[in-house]
């Protein structure tokens, strides 16, 4: 089914909201399987637990999603609302046109003194960037170094690989499908979580077509807009098996009926 373009001023419907399929391997996927278990006890337990979201402007929901909810936001709705974690706190640090160089730079105040239980970390795109000069080895060793801080801190890692991008209109970046995979294979080698953005964008084209899913799902030949938030934070819930199809968060029809 078409979803619905950001239009302004547009109102979508209810079937705008309807969750892409995506493989059946987004959802059985095995690794980082002591951290899933670990993050599972967190949910199903009784204490509360900060979850800290960080990365650049596409974590940060920066204007590109024309007032809807970024993925972290949709992810807080999830837990705090339809999980009924309603002590549990959601924090977004990301900033906008941010590196893991500035990540680590700026480590204290942007994620140590918040006490995290889970830190997700989506990064990659502004590495890429010829301007950045954040060579892959340096964007390796970068994302290795803040797996380490985040369990030396004794928090749960989760490594975000990042969102496609319209690469004829976006040069600067032509080298995001490399970077891309390192993050996938720094998540793998170190036992983390992974959600693979990359992949389930991939999948959808593969099914939809390339112009329709960016016309769908981006706002600009980077940036997510808020369908592609919708997207991205649902498959972060199906990685974390918190995936419910009659949620609304997770697809369902959300329109209570009369006021």
């Given amino acids: 089914m ?7 001023g547009a109102i979508p419907s209810t ?3 309807q969750a892409f399929a995506g493989d059946q391997r987004f959802r059985d996927d095995n690794q980082g399987i002591d951290d899933l278990r ?5 949910l199903e337990g009784g204490d509360p637990s900060v979850w800290l979201f960080t990365g650049d402007s596409i974590t940060q929901g920066a204007k590109h999603t024309h007032g809807w909810r970024s993925y972290p936001e949709v992810f807080s709705e999830r837990v ?6 309603v002590r549990d706190v959601v924090i977004n640090t990301a900033v906008s046109g941010n590196t893991t160089a500035d990540l680590l730079a700026d480590w204290k105040w942007r ?12 990064m990659g795109t502004n590495d890429c960037a010829t301007s950045k000069k954040v060579n892959r080895t340096d964007f390796e060793r970068n994302l290795s170094a803040i797996v380490s801080r985040v369990r030396d801190m004794g928090a749960i890692p989760v490594l975000h690989v990042p969102t496609p991008i319209i690469a004829a209109k976006a040069t600067e970046r032509s080298n995001l499908p490399a970077y891309a995979q390192t993050v996938a294979e720094v998540a793998e080698r170190n036992g983390v979580v992974g959600v693979d ?3 389930y964008w991939q999948d959808a084209i593969r099914q939809k077509g390339e112009s329709q899913v960016f016309a769908d799902w981006l706002n600009d030949p980077l940036h997510p807009n808020g369908m592609g938030h919708l997207e991205m934070a649902r498959l972060l819930f199906k990685r974390l098996q918190i995936f419910d199809e009659s949620a609304a968060t997770c697809g369902a029809p959300y329109y209570e009926g009369e006021h």
Avoid: C, T
Wanted: net charge positive.
């Fill in 80 to 85: 705090r609302w339809e999980l009924s974690r």
């Fill in 15 to 17: 079937a705008a909201y």
């Fill in 197 to 199: 953005h990359w992949a």
């Fill in 2 to 8: 078409k979803a619905g373009l950001l239009i302004a």
């Fill in 111 to 122: 994620v140590d003194h918040f006490k995290p239980q889970i830190v997700s970390v989506m």
């Fill in 38 to 42: 670990a993050i599972k006890s967190r």
